[in-house]
T-cell receptor, first 115, second 112 residues
Framework: NAGVTQTPKFRVLKTGQSMTLLCAQDMNHEYMYWYRQDPGMGLRLIHYSVGEGTTAKGEVPDGYNVSRLKKQNFLLGLESAAPSQTSVYFC??????????????FGPGTRLLVL | LAKTTQPISMDSYEGQEVNITCSHNNIATNDYITWYQQFPSQGPRFIIQGYKTKVTNEVASLFIPADRKSSTLSLPRVSLSDTAVYYCLVGPYGGATNKLIFGTGTLLAVQP
């Protein structure tokens, strides 16, 4: 099993450009999440999904959109990138028993630089 | 969700036992305590979880006193490869969502 994979690993954007980050998991997990990590800030939840076709806002959702058309994929979109969105983005998934604090499995991260 | 407080950084030497303490004074009755480990350029990885007393697995031990207002992650005989950031998280077991709240964590630096 590959676990959680993220594409691309690194990307440079100009302000105003758009892009989509792809997260894929092969563990048949129901729940998926997108976090961003900034220096000295820990990880912050952007959006999450509790099942195919569903999404919900996390702690810092502004400027991002997500879609979960297939159970194994969770896409994070930036419609108009801003320098403040320069960060490392992590995707995670969990089994989805509905119990908080179940183990989350993280991908390797995507480094995004917005100039 | 209960707020956690951890030391920003700790230093240790190979072969030593390392104890990282997390303070969570506002922990609720149904909150569990979970620790994650993050290596540079990688996503966090689950280490251990507990509710009270002591939990041990092949990687670490977790000590939780009776009042549960703090917890201590114990790493036995650390090696250079244990250099990482360690996060303490507190939250309820049960509910419709599974959101994790990460603080800034503790950077453990293991030296030869």
């Amino acid at each position: 099993n590959a676990g959680v994979t993220q594409t691309p690993k690194f990307r440079v954007l100009k302000t105003g450009q758009s892009m989509t980050l792809l997260c894929a998991q092969d563990m048949n997990h129901e729940y998926m999440y997108w976090y961003r990590q900034d220096p000295g800030m820990g990880l912050r939840l952007i959006h999450y999904s509790v099942g195919e076709g569903t999404t919900a806002k996390g702690e810092v959702p502004d400027g991002y959109n997500v879609s979960r058309l297939k159970k194994q994929n969770f896409l994070l979109g930036l419609e108009s990138a801003a320098p403040s969105q320069t960060s490392v983005y992590f995707c995670a998934s969990s089994y989805g028993s509905g119990q908080y604090q179940e183990t989350q499995y993280f991908g390797p991260g995507t480094r995004l630089l917005v100039l | 969700l209960a707020k956690t407080t951890q030391p920003i950084s700790m230093d240790s030497y190979e072969g030593q036992e390392v104890n990282i303490t997390c303070s969570h004074n506002n922990i609720a009755t149904n909150d569990y305590i979970t620790w994650y480990q993050q290596f540079p350029s990688q996503g966090p990885r689950f280490i251990i979880q507990g509710y009270k007393t002591k939990v041990t697995n092949e990687v670490a031990s977790l000590f939780i006193p009776a009042d549960r207002k703090s917890s201590t992650l114990s790493l036995p005989r650390v090696s250079l490869s244990d250099t990482a950031v360690y996060y303490c998280l507190v939250g309820p077991y049960g509910g419709a969502t599974n959101k994790l709240i990460f603080g800034t964590g503790t950077l453990l630096a293991v030296q030869p």
